[in-house]
């Protein structure tokens, strides 16, 4: 079982977007080309190119789970003017498509601590433009979240899973104690600026069980044949929690631009 077995439907459904301020910060990295390419690393279920699109004449989508890119396919379907290649593979085996390919921007999206980083950033040295942005950015999640309602809401998660945080059904979670900077200044690309965007989200209990049935340290079948007895009491304690059915969650997303110095 991968850290996102049987996840895909519910994070093309209930993952949150990029904000629209990182949409417009990611856009400006190719304002002055006439046919930029876009890699996505990581993709998903293609919520990054999905916002991106009309910025980029081609786009480069990886993922390595079968289930993920089958829904960032529909979701990038027919998508005027651009030119969508998918593939199947971990962002580390990726190849070029074709003879002087190079990406423009390469973005990486709540999935660098997925990655052999060294290996992917050694990895994009060679099938970049010179002046190449490659963007490192995420938000966290529910779980590392720290607020009334999330603070409960993970007391729970963990009566049925351990107190470790799962990533997926035989692992637990990894923490990655380095900077994302210090990793990128280690590289090719090491001239790093920072960007960090509030975000105020609303979710309704029924959006919340969603999301985290898309994430690998609550999904589906890490709760076994207690799924209904878990989802019956996590919807309970969220209504209790919920503000005229509304919970809000303040965020941060942040985003690192790196490029060749």
């Not at 309704?204 to 007895?229: C, D, H, K, M, W």
């Not at 309970?236 to 809000?248: F, K, S």
Request: net charge negative; hydrophobic share 40%; proline share 6%.
């Amino acid at each position: 079982m991968s850290e996102f077995a049987d996840t895909a439907p519910y994070y093309a459904t209930y993952r949150p977007g990029i904000p629209e301020a990182a949409v417009h910060l990611l856009s400006q990295t190719v304002a002055s080309k006439q046919h930029a390419v876009l890699l996505d690393l990581g993709s998903g279920t293609g919520q990054v190119p999905a916002a991106l699109h009309t910025a980029f004449a081609e786009i480069d989508v990886v993922e390595r789970d079968p289930g993920m890119l089958g829904e960032a396919d529909k979701a990038l379907a027919g998508l005027p003017a651009t030119t969508v290649r998918l593939h199947n593979n971990p962002a580390e085996d990726f190849t070029p498509p074709y003879a002087h390919w190079a990406a423009d921007t390469v973005t990486i999206c709540r999935a660098f601590h997925w990655m052999d980083q060294p290996a992917v950033l050694s990895l994009l040295e060679g099938c970049t433009v010179k002046d190449a942005t490659i963007a490192v950015m995420g938000d966290g999640s529910l779980w590392t979240a720290r607020s009334a309602w999330t603070d409960a809401l993970r007391s729970l998660i963990q009566e049925y899973t351990g107190s470790e945080r799962r990533a997926g059904k035989d692992k637990t979670y990894a923490t990655h104690d380095r900077p994302y900077r210090d990793i990128l200044i280690e590289s090719a690309f090491a001239d790093v600026e920072e960007h960090t965007i509030p975000v105020e989200r609303p979710w309704t209990p029924q959006t919340v069980i969603g999301y985290l049935y898309s994430t690998s340290f609550a999904a589906r079948p890490l709760f076994g044949n207690q799924l209904e007895e878990f989802q019956e009491r996590a919807l309970a304690l969220l209504t209790e929690h919920a503000d005229a059915g509304v919970l809000i969650e303040h965020a941060r997303f942040d985003v690192l631009l790196a490029r060749r110095p």
